[in-house]
Protein backbone atom coordinates (compact mmCIF):
# COMPACT_ATOMS: atom_id res chain seq x y z
CA UNK A 1 0.00 0.00 0.00
CA UNK A 2 1.19 3.40 -1.11
CA UNK A 3 2.31 5.94 1.82
CA UNK A 4 -0.19 8.59 0.97
CA UNK A 5 2.63 11.47 2.45
CA UNK A 6 4.98 9.70 -0.03
CA UNK A 7 2.14 11.45 -3.02
CA UNK A 8 3.10 14.64 -3.99
CA UNK A 9 0.28 16.82 -6.83
CA UNK A 10 2.58 19.37 -9.21
CA UNK A 11 1.14 21.85 -10.93
CA UNK A 12 3.24 23.12 -13.69
CA UNK A 13 2.97 25.21 -17.02
CA UNK A 14 3.35 23.09 -20.07
CA UNK A 15 1.89 25.56 -23.26
CA UNK A 16 3.47 24.68 -26.44
CA UNK A 17 5.53 27.62 -26.76
CA UNK A 18 6.65 27.59 -22.67
CA UNK A 19 6.95 24.92 -20.64
CA UNK A 20 8.13 25.97 -16.96
CA UNK A 21 11.78 25.11 -16.01
CA UNK A 22 11.03 24.96 -12.22
CA UNK A 23 8.17 22.91 -12.63
CA UNK A 24 10.70 20.65 -14.47
CA UNK A 25 13.23 20.77 -11.94
CA UNK A 26 10.15 20.35 -8.98
CA UNK A 27 9.07 16.80 -11.05
CA UNK A 28 12.81 15.79 -11.04
CA UNK A 29 13.28 16.66 -7.25
CA UNK A 30 10.24 15.15 -6.62
CA UNK A 31 11.16 12.00 -8.45
CA UNK A 32 14.58 11.71 -6.73
CA UNK A 33 13.15 11.59 -3.45
CA UNK A 34 10.42 8.74 -4.21
CA UNK A 35 7.38 10.09 -4.55
CA UNK A 36 4.84 9.22 -6.59
CA UNK A 37 3.77 12.16 -8.95
CA UNK A 38 0.25 13.28 -10.20
CA UNK A 39 1.40 16.12 -12.65
CA UNK A 40 -1.18 18.30 -13.55
CA UNK A 41 -0.47 20.45 -16.88
CA UNK A 42 -1.60 23.66 -17.52
CA UNK A 43 -1.85 23.63 -21.01
CA UNK A 44 -3.25 27.28 -21.40
CA UNK A 45 -2.68 30.72 -19.94
CA UNK A 46 -6.30 30.77 -18.79
CA UNK A 47 -5.79 27.09 -16.93
CA UNK A 48 -2.91 28.74 -15.13
CA UNK A 49 -4.94 32.04 -14.05
CA UNK A 50 -7.70 29.83 -12.53
CA UNK A 51 -5.50 27.68 -10.92
CA UNK A 52 -3.65 30.92 -9.09
CA UNK A 53 -7.06 32.08 -8.33
CA UNK A 54 -8.52 29.00 -6.80
CA UNK A 55 -5.54 28.60 -4.65
CA UNK A 56 -4.35 31.95 -3.82
CA UNK A 57 -0.96 32.11 -4.93
CA UNK A 58 0.54 34.57 -7.43
CA UNK A 59 3.31 31.62 -9.76
CA UNK A 60 3.33 27.79 -10.57
CA UNK A 61 4.78 25.64 -10.08
CA UNK A 62 3.09 24.44 -7.07
CA UNK A 63 3.40 21.74 -5.52
CA UNK A 64 1.25 19.48 -2.54
CA UNK A 65 2.11 16.54 -0.65
CA UNK A 66 -0.35 14.76 1.78
CA UNK A 67 -2.97 17.10 0.94
CA UNK A 68 -0.66 20.00 2.13
CA UNK A 69 0.53 23.56 -0.45
CA UNK A 70 4.47 23.29 -0.03
CA UNK A 71 4.71 26.50 -2.54
CA UNK A 72 6.94 26.82 -5.66
CA UNK A 73 10.35 24.78 -6.65
CA UNK A 74 12.45 26.77 -3.79
CA UNK A 75 9.59 26.30 -1.03
CA UNK A 76 10.05 22.58 -2.29
CA UNK A 77 14.08 22.72 -1.46
CA UNK A 78 12.98 24.03 1.81
CA UNK A 79 10.76 21.02 2.68
CA UNK A 80 13.87 18.99 1.81
CA UNK A 81 16.20 20.67 4.13
CA UNK A 82 17.94 21.54 1.14
CA UNK A 83 19.91 25.23 0.89
CA UNK A 84 18.63 27.46 -1.97
CA UNK A 85 19.73 27.44 -5.72
CA UNK A 86 20.70 30.70 -5.80
CA UNK A 87 22.17 31.04 -2.41
CA UNK A 88 24.27 27.67 -2.95
CA UNK A 89 28.31 28.75 -2.91
CA UNK A 90 29.52 26.97 -6.06
CA UNK A 91 33.07 26.57 -7.56
CA UNK A 92 31.94 25.02 -10.54
CA UNK A 93 32.04 28.05 -13.22
CA UNK A 94 36.19 28.65 -11.16
CA UNK A 95 36.47 24.98 -12.15
CA UNK A 96 35.45 25.18 -15.84
CA UNK A 97 37.09 28.07 -16.91
CA UNK A 98 40.70 26.12 -14.85
CA UNK A 99 40.00 23.09 -16.55
CA UNK A 100 39.11 24.71 -20.17
CA UNK A 101 42.12 26.69 -20.30
CA UNK A 102 44.20 23.89 -19.38
CA UNK A 103 42.85 21.32 -22.34
CA UNK A 104 43.52 24.40 -25.10
CA UNK A 105 46.73 24.75 -23.82
CA UNK A 106 47.98 21.24 -23.64
CA UNK A 107 46.50 20.40 -27.20
CA UNK A 108 48.02 23.80 -28.12
CA UNK A 109 51.38 22.71 -27.00
CA UNK A 110 50.61 19.47 -28.81
CA UNK A 111 49.92 20.61 -31.96
CA UNK A 112 52.78 22.97 -31.89
CA UNK A 113 55.48 21.34 -30.09
CA UNK A 114 54.60 17.89 -30.37
CA UNK A 115 54.43 17.63 -27.13
CA UNK A 116 51.05 18.70 -24.25
CA UNK A 117 53.91 18.82 -21.62
CA UNK A 118 55.98 22.12 -21.85
CA UNK A 119 56.84 25.19 -21.03
CA UNK A 120 54.74 27.19 -22.94
CA UNK A 121 51.87 25.03 -21.99
CA UNK A 122 51.87 26.01 -18.41
CA UNK A 123 51.80 30.05 -19.70
CA UNK A 124 49.24 29.49 -21.73
CA UNK A 125 47.41 27.83 -19.33
CA UNK A 126 47.63 31.10 -17.40
CA UNK A 127 47.39 33.67 -19.67
CA UNK A 128 43.85 32.02 -21.25
CA UNK A 129 42.66 31.83 -17.97
CA UNK A 130 43.32 35.15 -17.87
CA UNK A 131 40.91 35.64 -20.81
CA UNK A 132 38.57 33.41 -19.94
CA UNK A 133 37.52 34.54 -15.98
CA UNK A 134 37.73 37.96 -18.12
CA UNK A 135 35.27 36.86 -20.53
CA UNK A 136 32.85 36.19 -17.22
CA UNK A 137 33.07 39.26 -16.06
CA UNK A 138 32.01 41.16 -19.02
CA UNK A 139 29.04 39.41 -19.69
CA UNK A 140 27.42 41.75 -16.90
CA UNK A 141 29.78 44.18 -16.22
CA UNK A 142 27.36 46.45 -14.35
CA UNK A 143 27.07 43.40 -11.69
CA UNK A 144 30.95 42.76 -11.78
CA UNK A 145 31.71 46.35 -10.87
CA UNK A 146 29.15 46.30 -8.31
CA UNK A 147 31.04 43.39 -6.24
CA UNK A 148 34.26 44.74 -7.47
CA UNK A 149 33.71 47.69 -5.59
CA UNK A 150 32.81 46.08 -2.57
CA UNK A 151 36.48 45.13 -1.86
CA UNK A 152 39.31 46.64 -4.44
CA UNK A 153 41.11 49.30 -3.22
CA UNK A 154 41.65 51.10 -6.14
CA UNK A 155 38.24 50.81 -7.62
CA UNK A 156 37.09 52.47 -4.30
CA UNK A 157 39.17 55.87 -4.80
CA UNK A 158 38.60 55.50 -8.90
CA UNK A 159 35.33 53.83 -9.82
CA UNK A 160 36.17 53.77 -13.59
CA UNK A 161 38.78 51.25 -12.82
CA UNK A 162 36.36 48.82 -11.73
CA UNK A 163 35.04 49.25 -15.88
CA UNK A 164 38.58 49.15 -17.12
CA UNK A 165 39.10 45.69 -15.19
CA UNK A 166 37.98 42.92 -17.30
CA UNK A 167 39.24 45.14 -20.50
CA UNK A 168 42.38 44.87 -18.79
CA UNK A 169 42.43 41.59 -17.96
CA UNK A 170 41.32 39.98 -21.26
CA UNK A 171 44.17 42.08 -22.94
CA UNK A 172 46.83 41.62 -20.98
CA UNK A 173 45.83 37.58 -21.68
CA UNK A 174 45.40 37.74 -25.16
CA UNK A 175 48.51 39.79 -25.75
CA UNK A 176 50.08 37.11 -23.43
CA UNK A 177 48.86 34.30 -25.22
CA UNK A 178 50.04 35.71 -28.53
CA UNK A 179 53.60 36.55 -27.67
CA UNK A 180 53.48 39.92 -28.75
CA UNK A 181 53.81 43.42 -27.29
CA UNK A 182 55.35 42.19 -24.39
CA UNK A 183 55.57 46.29 -22.99
CA UNK A 184 51.92 46.52 -22.78
CA UNK A 185 51.28 43.30 -21.43
CA UNK A 186 53.76 42.57 -18.71
CA UNK A 187 52.80 46.05 -16.98
CA UNK A 188 49.02 45.46 -17.10
CA UNK A 189 49.65 42.07 -15.36
CA UNK A 190 51.82 42.91 -12.73
CA UNK A 191 49.33 46.70 -11.92
CA UNK A 192 46.21 44.81 -12.13
CA UNK A 193 47.22 41.43 -9.91
CA UNK A 194 49.42 43.54 -7.44
CA UNK A 195 46.55 45.77 -6.47
CA UNK A 196 44.17 42.79 -6.67
CA UNK A 197 46.57 40.79 -4.56
CA UNK A 198 46.49 43.81 -1.53
CA UNK A 199 43.05 43.73 -2.11
CA UNK A 200 42.16 40.57 -1.12
CA UNK A 201 44.57 40.24 1.60
CA UNK A 202 43.36 43.50 3.41
CA UNK A 203 39.46 42.72 2.79
CA UNK A 204 39.56 38.72 3.81
CA UNK A 205 42.85 38.52 6.23
CA UNK A 206 42.70 42.02 7.89
CA UNK A 207 39.54 43.41 8.00
CA UNK A 208 38.12 39.52 7.72
CA UNK A 209 35.16 40.24 6.09
CA UNK A 210 33.06 37.85 4.03
CA UNK A 211 32.19 39.14 0.47
CA UNK A 212 31.70 37.27 -2.59
CA UNK A 213 34.37 37.04 -5.26
CA UNK A 214 34.10 38.98 -8.13
CA UNK A 215 36.59 37.02 -10.48
CA UNK A 216 33.79 35.13 -12.26
CA UNK A 217 31.63 38.14 -12.65
CA UNK A 218 27.72 37.69 -12.10
CA UNK A 219 27.81 33.69 -13.08
CA UNK A 220 29.09 32.17 -9.89
CA UNK A 221 29.11 32.31 -6.00
CA UNK A 222 32.38 32.19 -4.38
CA UNK A 223 33.94 33.19 -1.49
CA UNK A 224 36.10 36.21 -2.08
CA UNK A 225 39.12 34.39 -0.76
CA UNK A 226 41.18 31.63 -2.51
CA UNK A 227 39.98 31.68 -5.84
CA UNK A 228 40.86 35.31 -6.18
CA UNK A 229 43.57 35.59 -5.01
CA UNK A 230 44.95 32.34 -7.41
CA UNK A 231 43.43 34.87 -10.33
CA UNK A 232 46.09 37.56 -9.31
CA UNK A 233 48.99 35.50 -8.14
CA UNK A 234 48.51 33.86 -11.83
CA UNK A 235 48.93 36.98 -13.47
CA UNK A 236 52.03 38.34 -11.17
CA UNK A 237 53.97 35.16 -11.90
CA UNK A 238 53.07 35.32 -15.53
CA UNK A 239 54.38 38.69 -15.86
CA UNK A 240 57.22 37.99 -13.74
CA UNK A 241 58.12 35.18 -16.06
CA UNK A 242 57.77 37.22 -19.12
CA UNK A 243 60.16 39.85 -17.75
CA UNK A 244 62.57 37.35 -16.97
CA UNK A 245 62.76 34.49 -19.71
CA UNK A 246 61.26 37.29 -22.07
CA UNK A 247 58.30 36.43 -24.49
Not at 29 to 38: F, N, V
Not at 113 to 121: E, G, H, K, V
Not at 140 to 146: A, C, G, K, L, V
Not at 195 to 223: D, F, I, T
Request: glycine residues 8%; contains cysteine.
Amino acid sequence: MTDPNQNAVLYRMVMEKHVCPYGLKSKDLLKRRGYAIEDQRLTTRDDVEAFKAAHGVDATPQTFIAGQRIGGYEDLRRFFGLEEDSARTSYTPVLCVFLTAALIALGASWAVLDTPLSIMAAGWFVSITMMLLAMLKLQDIEQFSIMFLGYDLLAQRWVPYAYAYPFLEWSAGALMTAHVLPWVSIPIALFIGTVGAASVCYAVYVQKRQLECACVGASGKVLLGFVSMTENLFMIGMGLWMLIVGN
